[in-house]
């Protein structure tokens, strides 16, 4: 699919599934269950209307977010393998529709959130919006430092539940944070080892594409894992979860730390690194739920 296809539009009506698949509905439920583990943890009086509406509205932002991304990288995404499926560079769905369902979906859940919500959540949400799109995508580009970017976008969230909950931010709140913000490197930089041939293709500058030989990709992996481990374990330190939280961060911590040291190694880097990838997605419901439930049970 050339760039001129790409802008030319679809060649058929678009389905249903095209536009679901624009917005990323696997990696936009990431979104939903932090922003729900940020608002449980806050420890809320129950009230199902906001929880739908926090739900919907998170789901809306990171739909929308998800297509105007691809709406801004279609041209790169139509010359990778791994993208190049994409609605988009297939000629599934025109540039222009994903731009106005994107907008949409963004302007939506702006209103939804300040309206039903909170003022505050609604702020969050407009933060990861512009954090993503207006200084991420864009980094790609230009910056090795794209993927710590794009963790700071992408740890937004639980504050969007917290917010949602308590109408403010606490500590735990900016924990949480600062644990999707820590998580989130080794698990990008794993992908993006693996996908590195990809990444070059369209010269976008990130650690895995200039380190050839992985050294400092492995290395900054590990020290972002050592963050998370302690960043995950200040809930205990500060009184805020007791050990029955404790004790499964820990273990998923050394799980991770484990997988991380084995990345170091040389031999067997591309096996290392997927297998780090698939390690960070058990952590983070793990962890994760096991914070939300002793915060529940004893707080």
């Known amino acids: 699919m050339t760039a001129e296809n790409v802008a030319a539009g679809p060649a058929e009506s678009a389905k249903f599934r095209d536009y679901l698949e624009l917005t990323k509905p696997r990696l936009s439920l990431l979104s ?5 583990v940020g608002y449980f943890a806050a420890r809320p009086a129950v009230d199902g209307v906001k929880i739908f509406c926090v739900v919907a509205g998170t789901s809306l932002a990171a739909g929308g977010v998800a297509a105007l991304n691809q709406w801004m990288e279609s041209d790169t995404d139509a010359r990778m393998k791994r993208t190049a499926d994409r609605p988009i560079p ?3 769905v025109a540039t222009g529709s994903a731009f106005v369902l994107g907008t949409i979906m963004c ?3 702006l209103f939804l959130l300040f309206a039903k919500v909170h003022p505050l959540a609604a702020l969050f949400t407009l933060l990861t919006i512009i954090s993503y799109l207006g200084w991420y995508t864009p980094a790609k580009r230009w910056s090795r430092w794209s993927t710590e970017i794009g963790a700071i976008a992408g740890a937004f969230p639980p504050l969007i539940g917290w917010a949602a909950g308590e109408g403010r931010v606490t500590t735990l709140g900016w924990i949480l944070f600062g644990v999707l913000f820590f998580w989130q490197i080794p698990h990008f930089m794993a992908i993006a080892w693996t996908y590195r041939r990809d990444y070059s293709t369209v010269h ?3 650690l895995p594409v200039r380190d050839e030989s992985g050294v400092w990709v492995a290395g900054w992996s590990f020290v972002t894992t050592l963050a998370l481990v302690a960043v995950s374990l200040l809930p205990c330190y500060f009184g805020l979860a007791t ?3 404790g004790l499964p961060a820990a ?3 050394a799980w991770m730390l484990w997988r991380a040291a084995l990345f170091l190694r040389k031999s067997g880097r591309d096996l290392s690194a997927r297998k780090l990838f698939l390690t960070t997605l058990a952590y983070l419901p793990i962890a994760l739920g096991a ?3 002793d915060r529940v049970a004893h707080f």
């Open 251 to 253: 273990l998923c911590g």
């Open 32 to 36: 939903v269950l932090t922003a729900l």
């Open 107 to 109: 302007i939506a859940s």
């Open 291 to 293: 914070l939300v439930a």
């Open 204 to 206: 976008f500058p990130m």
């Open 90 to 92: 297939t000629g599934k």
């Open 243 to 245: 050990r029955w939280y």
